[in-house]
């Protein structure tokens, strides 16, 4: 007797047309938000007295704000919960942190935890209608990987600012272990008082590289960072040239992360 081969598909439990929904409203609520800070809440702001630094400080305190309201709405309508460890180590003088990219929300976590950071961003947020005066206000550095933004970085860190970089550039493919590009380690040699690695988990996995928001998991997502310890630069730039030094930075994140993530 033949048996008629049949396809199983996996059950979409844990609420998912709810956290369909609250998703798509926590999209539509992030590009308001966006409009809201550009067209009304930094330019109030703008006219505060007081010198570009102390604007910039401002704004950024706004975003880190408005992203902490993000994270809380995103949590309460339980589209994922999230944890983190360590965040009272985040936003020192001169501290560049590092952090693997898993998916499209990391930014907005990481910016939630530290009032006063700078960041790089893709060039595309600058085009934005959403994003745009926000990124502008804050001084933010455009990721166009050129010899300008390696040095406009190493100075920011130089200054005393803190100094977010996701040194693989864009998202994580699924399934794939991060790959640094090694201009986060240029930079960090040539400006950082210290270094800090967080470590992120997104599980099950969402808004990937080429994931579009809608196809969300059949279960509730846990987005998890954890701050490691602080990593010395002496052992790598002492008597050896930059090129030199920043390939073994590079190699010796590449390896934490690889340790690091597969244990988490």
């Known amino acids: 007797m033949d048996l008629a081969a049949t396809t199983v598909k996996p059950q979409r439990g844990d609420f998912y047309a709810w ?3 609250a998703t798509s409203l926590s999209f ?11 067209l009304l809440i930094l330019p109030l702001l703008g006219l505060w007295p007081g010198d570009r630094p102390a604007h910039r400080r401002r704004t950024r305190a706004a975003i880190s704000r408005a992203f902490h309201w993000h994270v809380q709405f995103m949590s309460r309508s339980g589209v994922l919960t999230y944890q983190v460890e360590g965040a009272e180590r985040l936003g020192r003088p001169g501290q560049m942190i590092i952090a693997n990219h898993p998916s499209l929300i990391d930014v907005v976590f990481l910016i939630a935890q530290i009032r006063d950071s700078n960041c790089i961003v893709k060039q595309s947020m600058w085009r ?12 933010y550095i455009s990721s166009d990987g050129g010899p300008d933004m390696l040095e406009q ?8 600012q803190t100094l977010i970089i996701f ?4 998202r994580t ?9 090694r201009g986060a380690a240029a930079i960090a040699l040539r400006g950082a008082r210290v270094v800090t690695p967080v470590f992120i ?6 808004l990937t590289k080429a994931e579009p928001w809608y196809r969300i998991p059949d279960r509730r997502v846990h987005v998890s960072l954890r701050v490691g310890e602080d990593i010395a630069l002496e052992s790598f730039n002492a008597g050896t040239a930059m090129p030199i030094a920043s390939r073994r930075l590079n190699e010796h994140l590449h390896r934490l992360y690889l340790k690091e993530l ?3």
């Open 167 to 170: 040194p693989e550039g864009t």
């Open 262 to 264: 597969a244990s988490s």
């Open 153 to 160: 970085a190493a100075e920011v860190l130089r200054e005393g």
């Open 201 to 206: 988990s997104v599980k099950p996995t969402t």
């Open 128 to 139: 934005n209608p959403c994003t745009r005066g926000a990124v502008l206000s804050a001084q």
């Open 28 to 38: 539509a609520l992030f590009g308001l938000g966006g409009l809201v800070l550009r």
């Open 19 to 21: 956290r369909l929904l």
């Open 173 to 181: 493919a699924a399934g794939q272990p991060p790959v640094f590009h």
